[in-house]
């Protein structure tokens, strides 16, 4: 008799043939010390250094505003374009705090069960 191409699937079972799902999902974050590690997602450390910086640059261009604001040669200064665009970075980076706190919250709730 031929099998078909997928994969078999193995899952452990306790005495009365329940899977037994919370010691594996335990052991699997245990390290040989028998504590639990949880790896840290880079991406996530990333977004919350953006949004920091996001929020950081914004209120600084605001409390620099004088020199964003004078004479000019003709051309548009790079402080004033900065002054205009600091709302605009500020609003990105609580909107980036904002959905960084969700996606935490729903690791949190997937990890309590």
């Known amino acids: 008799m031929e099998q078909s191409g997928s994969a078999v699937g193995f899952r452990e079972v306790d005495q009365d043939g ?3 799902v919370e010691r594996v999902q ?3 974050g245990e390290d ?3 504590t639990v590690s949880r790896g840290i997602n880079p991406f996530i ?3 919350w250094l953006m949004a ?3 929020i950081g640059g914004g209120v600084s261009a605001f ?3 004088n020199l964003a604001i004078g004479p000019s040669s003709g051309a548009m200064p790079l402080p004033f374009v900065i002054f205009s665009l600091a709302p605009y970075a500020i609003l990105g980076g609580i909107i980036a705090v904002i959905c960084l706190l969700l996606w935490h919250a729903t690791q949190w709730q997937r ?3």
């Open 18 to 20: 329940k899977p037994v």
């Open 45 to 47: 450390v990333v977004l």
């Open 32 to 34: 040989s010390t028998g």
């Open 111 to 113: 990890r309590r069960g």
């Open 52 to 54: 920091a910086a996001l």
């Open 26 to 28: 335990s052991e699997a």
């Open 63 to 65: 409390l620099n505003a």
